[in-house]
T-cell receptor, first 113, second 112 residues
């Protein structure tokens, strides 16, 4: 099946530090989406990317759709304690003749005050 | 609030039983996805519907089935439940099948 390789699996950082995480795949994706999930809640959409090379910001978050359409990264600048959560990348890709929205395994972010 | 509503929020049932999870998509969204998330795991894609028709299938067990009704709400049916089926089940919706998807709060299923 389709795999999205998301790294790192977890991060422990100090408040104020910048964070970078990424997703890669051997297949081409038509869209890249980044979500944040807090315990007991549903994933919340942070950023959506639709064009190769697209760079989009949402406050302290910046994400890019890789030029090869096989990767994406998410940066968080000046982290704060409420950034804690699991960040998932997701993408729409054609698989078995149908388009599917597949997810990476997540990056668990811990921010120490 | 994402606009996607899932009911019930929690469900506890015994092994061998059957349950139905319900999802109401955001107004105007035609596509509904179902995902399973086990403890500390990622989101496993189960199935997607678009305007009432099955569009894509993931690793959905034969004991599980879903449908999308004319009013676009969807139901996920889980039968012959096993302990390992205990998980969070999420529904998401999107306008079409290739735009951003918005998630509901999930149904936490516990099989005892």
């Amino acid at each position: 099946g389709q795999q999205l390789n998301q790294s790192p699996q977890s991060m422990f950082i100090q408040e104020g530090e910048d964070v970078s995480m990424n997703c890669t795949s051997s297949s081409i994706f038509n869209t890249w989406l980044w979500y944040k999930q807090e315990p007991g809640e549903g994933p919340v959409l942070l950023i959506a990317l639709y064009k190769a090379g697209e760079l989009t910001s949402n406050g302290r978050l910046t994400a890019q759709f890789g030029i090869t359409r096989k990767d994406s990264f998410l940066n968080i600048s000046a982290s704060i304690p409420s950034d804690v959560g699991i960040y998932f990348c997701a993408g729409h890709t054609i698989q078995g003749g149908s388009e599917k929205l597949v997810f990476g395994k997540g990056t668990k972010l811990t921010v120490n005050p | 609030d994402s606009g996607v509503t899932q009911t019930p929020k929690h469900l506890i049932t015994a092994t061998g039983q059957r349950v139905t999870l319900r999802c109401s998509p955001r107004s105007g969204d035609l596509s509904v996805y179902w995902y399973q998330q086990s403890l500390d795991q990622g989101l496993q894609f189960l199935i997607q519907y678009y305007n009432g028709e099955e569009r894509a299938k993931g690793n959905i067990l034969e004991r599980f089935s879903a449908q999308q009704f004319p009013d676009l709400h969807s139901e996920l049916n889980l039968s012959s439940l096993e302990l390992g089926d205990s998980a969070l089940y999420f529904c998401a919706s999107s306008v079409t099948g290739d735009t951003e998807a918005f998630f509901g709060q999930g149904t936490r299923l516990t099989v005892v």
